[in-house]
């Protein structure tokens, strides 16, 4: 009897009194995008086999060939040997013919007590949690990068923006560990959603279970994972998980772009606080002056369409009925070009961060601009007992005149100064410098160099 499974035809076909046009069959097919999974199909399928024989379901031999089969194919899609075929849909009928081709019988015993739903679920879930652990790994790589610019930069002085405004001063460094500190949520935020993935379809079969006597536990303790799902109907049909993970992915490229946002403003010639090494920049086809932050540009511009693949994930979810349904093959393109995007970025900017130069005498000259001392000299005014209000208005008034007079606070001279209240003294100029408005900010969070070498600490031992 000729196999009902043969190349041409489907796993289904005995059903069925037509094939389905080509069209259809590409319009159906999954196998050019889900083939990346083949690793983790192969890994979920010994599994299996292995609960399956532990239970007296399949036989040992029926193991051993399974296992034998699959080392081949595996050594076959690594040495791009293996032919995918579009005619077998996806990457789980891809894996199970050629094992049948190989292995015979045991190939065909390999789907016994499972769905290709369940199947799939469980190797999306093993996919997404290496992705998450070496996205989590990135993350470290980033922040600690991103440590060593703050260190470097302790003491480097620039104005901090309100409304794009200058507010007051703040040390370079303390303004990079913000951004350490945002990768810091988004490395927890990977972590808790990896709790969420890391549970076991697989037993849930089509969606009701399975007649068979498996042992779900002992699978879900050869894939690593912590414990089973708990209910069949949930298990092959929501994708919540990778939703999570790609709103957590989203959050990761927000920051990116914020971060990339200040980057292009820094090098922009008009600002010129940093400059970004050669490797990660381009020249302009017509105007050969022209450097230009394309990976911060880039980067910014990605973030729309990691922003896009969570909305597009929601969509998909939000109108199905329980259980499985093919809506749910769409998942897999957002899911695995959210991953592509953040790794590379993440990858890319870690390198970048060790490839940028600060340049102090400007962030210097332009934290000289705009008062951005006059809140110490308020709270100096405050220290001798003025009340908070009156001394913000003093200042104001002081402000004014140096506007007028288009000069600093710190070039007016004590009798000018003392015009707007009494109980300015010579000590002034202290707290009007910047280094004694940055060190005066001494406390948990603030921006003063101790702190900032505090906090370097703090995150260094993090990442350990
Ligand atoms: N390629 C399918 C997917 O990605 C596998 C599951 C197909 N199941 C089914 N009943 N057609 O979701």
Request: net charge negative; glycine share 0%.
């Given at each position: 009897m000729t196999s009902q499974f043969s190349k041409k035809s489907e796993a289904w076909s005995a059903r069925f009194s037509e094939p389905v046009s080509d069209l259809v069959k590409r319009y159906t097919a999954s196998v050019f995008f889900d083939n990346r999974m083949a690793e983790f199909d192969i890994q979920g399928s010994l599994a299996h086999a292995e609960m399956l024989t532990a239970q007296n379901i399949i036989s040992a031999q029926d193991y051993a060939d399974i296992q034998k089969g699959m080392t081949q194919i595996l050594a076959e899609i690594g040495s791009g040997k293996f032919e995918w075929l579009l005619d077998l849909e996806d990457v789980h009928l891809n894996i199970e013919k050629r094992l049948t081709e190989l292995v015979g019988d045991a190939g065909k015993r390999l789907h016994t007590g499972r769905s290709r739903n369940d199947q799939v679920a469980t190797d999306i879930r093993l996919y997404l949690r290496s992705a998450i652990d070496n996205i989590v790994t990135l993350l470290g790589d980033l922040r600690s990068a991103l440590v060593d610019l703050a260190e470097k930069n302790a003491y480097t002085i620039l104005p901090g923006f309100t409304h794009m405004q200058v507010a007051q001063p703040i040390t370079f460094g303390h303004h990079v560990l913000a951004y350490v500190e945002m990768f810091g949520r988004d490395t927890e935020r990977m972590l808790d959603c990896r709790k969420r993935v890391n549970r076991l379809p697989l037993g849930a079969a089509a969606l009701a279970g399975t007649t068979f006597p498996i042992d779900r536990e002992r699978v879900a303790r050869t894939l690593g994972f912590?414990?089973?799902?708990?209910?069949s109907l949930d298990a092959v049909s929501d994708r919540d998980f990778a939703i999570e993970f790609c709103a957590a992915a989203a959050l990761i490229m927000t920051h990116i772009s914020r971060m990339s946002e200040e980057l292009v403003i820094w090098m922009s010639p008009r600002v010129g606080f940093i400059d970004i090494a050669d490797r990660f920049c381009t020249g302009s086809s017509i105007m050969p002056q022209k450097k230009n932050p394309d990976v911060p540009e880039l980067a910014r511009g990605k973030t729309g369409r990691v922003n896009g693949h969570l909305i597009a994930l929601l969509t998909l979810m939000k109108g199905q009925p329980l259980a499985y349904n093919k809506d749910n093959q769409e998942d897999k393109e957002p899911l695995f070009d959210t991953v592509d995007t953040v790794i590379d970025t993440l990858r890319i900017f870690a390198d970048m961060a060790g490839g940028i130069t600060v340049k102090p005498e400007a962030m210097r000259a332009a934290a000289l601009q705009g008062y951005a001392t006059a809140t110490d000299l308020a709270d100096y005014l405050v220290k001798k007992g003025l009340p908070f209000r009156d001394a913000h208005e003093a200042v104001a008034l002081a402000v004014r005149t140096c506007v007028d007079k288009n000069c600093d606070l710190s070039d007016m001279s004590l009798e000018d100064l003392q015009q707007f209240s009494g109980l300015i003294q010579a000590d002034v100029f202290e707290v009007l410098t910047l280094e004694g408005s940055v060190a005066a900010r001494n406390h948990v969070g603030g921006t003063a160099p101790q702190q900032v070498k505090l906090a370097i600490a703090r995150v260094r031992a993090q990442l350990k």
């Open positions: 912590d414990e089973v799902c708990y209910n």
